[in-house]
């Protein structure tokens, strides 16, 4: 009987300002670590064409979403006019227990309520590498009004000073690179001797009941 | 004038029992990265043939050693036998004060010394698989006696009760996988927020002065 604790995977958060590119850098993760995790949101707001329960969403009604609110069951939630967004906690915390890791791409103001609620997570941060580079992805985009964007530019300073409570700050100025450095975020986080106590017992006591067996 | 903050190297100390495969490891981290800084040790015993000064080791005599050792000159230092070994402190820190990285790869008994003098170092841990793999690899040598062996195995217990002590755990099974996790390390270790504090200075700025300029 294996009576050893095991250890948790990691909730690796991938968050920054609208525009640094976290979105693509998660879809590449996804492609080079295709059985990691990856948390999905809850919405009440109607699918849209071609979005799939569970795969772009889970969509659920105002009174569902209240209810869950009331049990604790977001790591993060937030109401963005006539509609609440939430990435549900049972999900994430499921799979961290047994071991596995979730990769969860989320806005700074999202992140920073997920770190109140585990911040045993790994909180990365993407930033553009200039306002320039950072406008034109937003414009070329094509999804938003000039108004939206140019509140989320101003918004930017204010992101930027949350940077310092994240772990780690990638610069997203050549796509591969910053792919690169979450997947080492990603591999160097689980070889933390936090984070393998159960596998460091697990060596100890091989090593201890050889040598007890060799004597 | 640039009075920004420069963000400090890293010193990844790589350790753990001998025969672990710290040598092996670190030759390969260093064809990865020819321009990663590599700490040489200072002795007092003699060169051995085909041992080069400054490469090998730098070599000095007990007099200069003993009068390091009152400038408090070294991360660590051991006399083993009738001679010393330590890993001077100026080189190293030379380097991670102007940015760069330094590589120093030292036994457990070092490491813990090291950490002491310079505790914002980052400590890897590199353990064998199994008893009988460690056992093989000193063995396989051929540099030591049966008795240096015995000696050394019986300290393994010890050895890897220190391994909690270290920042993230290795073990070497397969060493392309144990090189890749180093190599993670170091990337991951230089994305980490409070090493870059200078960086982010930078990119906050830009930001700040972009937006006074664009009103």
Known sequence: MNTTKKDKGIL?????????????IC???????????????????????????GTSYFFRTNEEFEKLIKEDAFLEYARVYD?????????ALDKIENGESVLL???IQGAMQVKQRYPQGVFVYVVPPSLDVLSARIHGRGTD??????????????????????????VNDVLEDA?????SILEAESCKLSRNEGQVEVIFNQYINKEVGSK
């Open 105 to 107: 791409e989320i806005d």
């Open 12 to 24: 690796l958060v991938v968050s920054g300002p609208s525009g640094a590119g976290k979105g693509t």
């Open 179 to 183: 792919v690169h450095k979450v997947c």
């Open 27 to 53: 879809a590449a993760i996804r492609k080079i670590f295709p059985k990691l995790n990856y948390s999905i949101s809850m919405t009440t707001r109607a699918p849209r064409k071609g979005e799939v329960e």
């Open 83 to 91: 509609h609440y967004y939430g990435t549900p906690k049972k999900y």
């Open 145 to 170: 009004s000039e108004e939206v964007i140019q509140k989320r530019l101003a918004k930017i300073t204010d992101e930027l000073a949350m940077a310092h409570k994240y772990d780690y700050i990638i």
